[in-house]
């Protein structure tokens, strides 16, 4: 080779390599450039991962929670058993309470119906009793009246 092909040889291999220096200048400023974007992404991803729950711990939370949900139904149920029993009780009581007094009262209101009838009839006789009776008719009325509306409350309260 001469001379002159070889310095056209080695201006060319420089210019390559002049341009391959360039290349890799640009090459090496899109690293940094990508590096630097990184560099701050892992940061990042450590910050919004302790943001985040472990799909574990969420469901161990989520079967505390129903356990202790579990727990508070069955105290509740229980103290709504225990408050029902009671007031059954208390209702028996109540009821066998009534009707006693109820008893009493129809006892007491036949007795004294049974003593007018009888003074009706003892006293005074066929004529003055038949005045006697016109006289107190609204008070017989109304115990007969009293009676019933006893009589009629207690077969509803007893159903």
Known sequence: MKKGEINDAVVRILARMEEKEEQLIIQA???????????????????MQQTYLQKETYETNIQTQNEKNDRAVGQVTERLERSVTVIN?????????????????????????????DWKTAEFGKDKGKDSLTKYFPWMVTSIIAIIALILMYLMYKK
């Open 89 to 117: 009780d208390r209702r028996e009581t109540l009821v066998a309470q009534y009707n006693d007094r109820l008893s009493s009262m129809e006892k007491d209101l036949r007795k004294d119906l049974k003593e007018l009838m």
């Open 29 to 47: 400023k899109e690293y940094e450039r990508r590096l630097e974007a990184l560099n701050g992404e892992a940061g990042r991803l450590r910050e």
